[in-house]
């Protein structure tokens, strides 16, 4: 189990090392289910999660709905794509997609995103959510 979450640790520092100088970052803390932890995104394209009070590592990419659709009052909304990985009895991995809202608030925002999760080894689906904050660096 540390094993696990060392790695998945590393994990997301390693990007750090390699786009910090070329790509803005943010980082920051979430609440959510199934779990709440830290978060960072790149380029506001990718962003990872390290779920801490159950273990987990999840990582996405996401599409603005204004640029598919020109209207920029839909600049706020997002949808997202990716998977998602929880250690606890119930569920283990799966591929997730969603729906989010950004509110920025200087050189930090909030977000808000919920979407459904198939865990693939339990066949389970599961709609999930997160509320968050996050700080550009």
């Known amino acids: 189990m540390k094993l696990r979450a060392l790695l998945l640790a590393s994990a997301m520092i390693l990007p750090t090392t390699s786009f910090a100088s070329t790509a803005p970052l943010a980082a920051g803390v979430f609440l959510g289910s199934p779990t709440s932890g830290l978060t960072l995104q790149y380029w506001d394209r990718v962003q990872f999660g390290l ?6 590592f999840s990582v996405d990419a996401k599409w603005y709905l204004s640029e598919f659709t020109g209207r920029t009052d839909l600049a706020p909304f997002y949808t997202y794509t990716g998977l998602q990985w929880v250690d606890d009895n119930e569920d283990d991995w799966g591929p997730r997609a969603g729906l989010g809202f950004i509110l920025p ?6 977000y808000a ?6 865990y693939v080894d339990s066949s389970n689906i599961e709609f999930e959510g997160a ?3 996050r700080f550009q660096l």
């Not at 779920?51 to 987990?56: A, C, N, R």
């Not at 608030?105 to 909030?110: E, F, L, R």
């Not at 995103?113 to 198939?118: D, F, R, Y």
């Open 113 to 118: 995103e919920a979407g459904p999760t198939w």
């Open 131 to 133: 509320l968050g904050f």
């Open 51 to 56: 779920g801490l009070d159950t273990l987990s």
């Open 105 to 110: 608030i200087g050189s930090a925002h909030m």
